[in-house]
């Protein structure tokens, strides 16, 4: 039975590494996208808005580390205190990124948020006290992590031309977006994983989904780092 729990685990990670390595350099903003940040000239409040919903609703760098903070959170209280520390940090870096044009490599910004999802796994693991004989507020690693995070958004938006005509308002609502579409995957994410734990085996299984977080988390850390030499 162990033997087949091992086979199981190692063809999770196969499976999640051949997904993940495909996506980790195509998260950004793309496409139609793109081109239409490049393009507006004024205020574009429900675009804006849109945008920013599906950024983070497809930011799986972002969602695998919320998926790691709400993991172990039993209550809703719990959950809505840390996502919101996570909001106000990435909403601070966001819109003062953009705002003052403070640029950020996003190789560098990406990996660090691969990095995260490391740390938020280790903690969740209980390691991090036995790896750096420290145990940090985790409130305070969330805001922080948040920060940074924001940071990885407020970089790819500087990519693009942006009009100052109206930016401040776009800007905002493009934050307004990214709270509302993480409202919708975390609601998504605290239901199956509350379904899960209603198991028996969720627990007996919670060390190989937050290995996996580890792993994924390596993966972009050392994809971005990849791509930053290569650039530069």
């Known amino acids: 039975m162990i033997r087949n729990y091992n086979k199981s685990v190692f063809y999770l990670f196969c499976c999640v590494f051949f997904i993940f390595y495909e996506f980790s350099f195509a998260h950004g903003v793309t496409g139609k996208d793109a081109n239409f940040l490049q393009q507006v000239n004024d205020q574009a409040i429900s675009i804006f808005v849109?945008?920013?919903?599906?950024?983070?609703?497809?930011?799986?760098?972002?969602l695998l580390y919320l998926c790691g903070v709400i993991f172990f959170l039993n209550r809703l209280k719990?959950?809505?205190i840390f996502v919101s520390l996570f909001a106000v940090g990435h909403s601070i870096t966001l819109l003062w990124g953009v705002l003052t044009q403070t640029y950020v490599n996003p190789y560098i910004i990406d990996s660090i948020i691969g990095l995260s999802i490391v740390y938020k796994a280790l903690e969740n693991l209980g390691e991090l006290k036995r790896l750096f004989l420290y145990q940090p507020n985790p409130k305070i690693a969330v805001?922080?992590?948040?920060?940074?995070?924001?940071?990885?958004?407020?970089?790819?938006?500087?990519?693009?031309?942006?009009?100052?005509?109206?930016?401040?308002?776009?800007?905002?609502?493009?934050?307004?977006?990214?709270?509302?579409?993480?409202?919708?995957?975390?609601?998504?994410?605290?239901?199956?994983?509350?379904?899960?734990?209603?198991?028996?085996?969720f627990y007996q299984h919670a060390k190989s989904f937050n290995l996996v977080l580890i792993f994924l988390g390596f993966i972009l850390t050392l994809n971005q780092l990849g791509a930053f030499f290569l650039v530069t």
Request: a negative charge.
């Open 143 to 201: 805001f922080c992590f948040g920060l940074i995070h924001g940071l990885g958004l407020a970089s790819k938006l500087q990519d693009f031309l942006i009009s100052e005509n109206g930016l401040v308002i776009n800007i905002i609502s493009f934050n307004i977006g990214v709270e509302i579409g993480q409202i919708i995957a975390l609601v998504l994410a605290l239901f199956i994983i509350d379904l899960w734990r209603k198991h028996s085996d």
């Open 50 to 62: 849109y945008l920013g919903a599906k950024h983070m609703v497809t930011g799986y760098d972002h």
């Open 78 to 80: 719990d959950v809505a």
